[in-house]
């Protein structure tokens, strides 16, 4: 882990620095957006410049010329880290817009999720024989038992009329695959499955999860949006003092340390949470990083001087 990055995490918890990591110059970028949708833009960019572009709008655009940072080699060096799942949803439009392709490590496992749940519900009832009637469903998913087909089969064709997006079919397939072949261990698995065990690192996509779910895990390049008193530390609900600040510091202090190259912290003058517009200002927690250590960016970048946008006619 670079030094820098240790010393930033300490000075969030406001310790003396005792561990020294590897030498580096790197800095902290800090970025200020207007809103919620301006920093999900702003990372989406980010991303596809450092990956040398993922459209030909990249280098139209001179968002991108083509190619990518050193030390960038796929889209799975990304991570983007929330305080909360609420935040998500702007980031996944910016990603798409911006031709990303990425994983989302949500606060409940896949298998936990409608209408996921439900299919494997009535997936064990018709296994274990405690589902009562023979609709032509039924007898579709006892044939397909017999024969021993793979487990993402019998779900999807559960899954039929459902209101459920390629993307989710393609993750069921995924991550049912990772599984030991025999239906009662795929029971046994999900029953103590976590969120984490979703997070497949051989996937090519930026992955988007919570602080929580972040523990333990590594990145080239993580970005922390949402770095606003209010968001971190989360007291949307309520002050937190004491022990319940310092967890939040601790929070932070974890999603700092997930980097091994570079780290991105943004935060936003405008945000909607839950309905309700609010207006926010950098987070404390951030305040106390030293400054030498911080490196403040302009967004959007500046036009090279000349440029103009070309006449279609």
């Known amino acids: 882990m670079p030094d820098n990055i240790i010393k930033a995490g300490t000075d969030v918890l406001e310790k003396s620095n005792d561990f020294s990591g590897c030498p580096s110059n790197i800095k902290i970028h800090i970025q200020k957006c207007e809103t919620e949708n301006s920093e999900a833009d702003w990372i989406a960019s980010k991303i596809e410049n450092m990956i040398g572009g993922t459209r030909s709008f990249s280098f139209e655009s001179r968002m991108s010329d083509g190619t990518a940072k050193q030390g960038t080699e796929s889209f799975s060096d990304f991570a983007i ?122 996937v090519e996509a930026v992955t988007l999860m919570t602080l929580h779910a972040a523990k333990g895990l590594e990145f080239r390049t993580v970005f922390i949006p949402g770095c606003e008193q209010g968001i971190i530390p989360f007291e949307l609900f309520g002050r937190k003092s004491g022990e319940e600040l310092e967890e939040e510091k601790r929070l932070f202090y974890v999603g700092i340390t997930r980097t091994k190259e570079n780290l991105f912290l943004s935060y936003a003058g405008k945000r909607t949470f839950n309905g309700r517009l609010l207006l926010q200002r950098k987070s404390v927690f951030v305040d106390k990083i030293k400054d030498e250590l911080l490196n403040f960016e302009i967004w959007p970048p500046k036009k090279r001087p000349g440029a103009s946008q070309l006449d279609l006619f």
């Not at 009832?125 to 405690?130: C, G, H, L, Q, S």
């Not at 261990?185 to 051989?202: P, Q, V």
């Open 81 to 202: 880290l929330c305080r909360t799942t609420h935040m998500f949803e702007p980031i996944i439009v910016a990603l798409c817009n911006h031709g990303i392709a990425y994983q989302v490590i949500s606060a409940e496992p896949f298998f936990n999720m409608e209408p996921v749940k439900t299919a494997i519900a009535s997936f064990k009832k018709i296994y274990y024989r405690k589902c009562k009637g023979q609709s032509p469903a039924h007898s579709r998913i006892q044939k397909m038992i017999m024969e021993k087909q793979p487990v993402s089969n019998i779900l999807i064709s559960l899954l039929e009329g459902e209101d459920i997006s390629e993307q989710d079919i393609s993750k069921l397939k995924t991550l049912t695959s990772d599984i030991a072949y025999g239906y009662d261990n795929f029971f046994k698995s999900i029953a103590l499955r976590r969120s984490i065990d979703d997070y497949n690192e051989k």
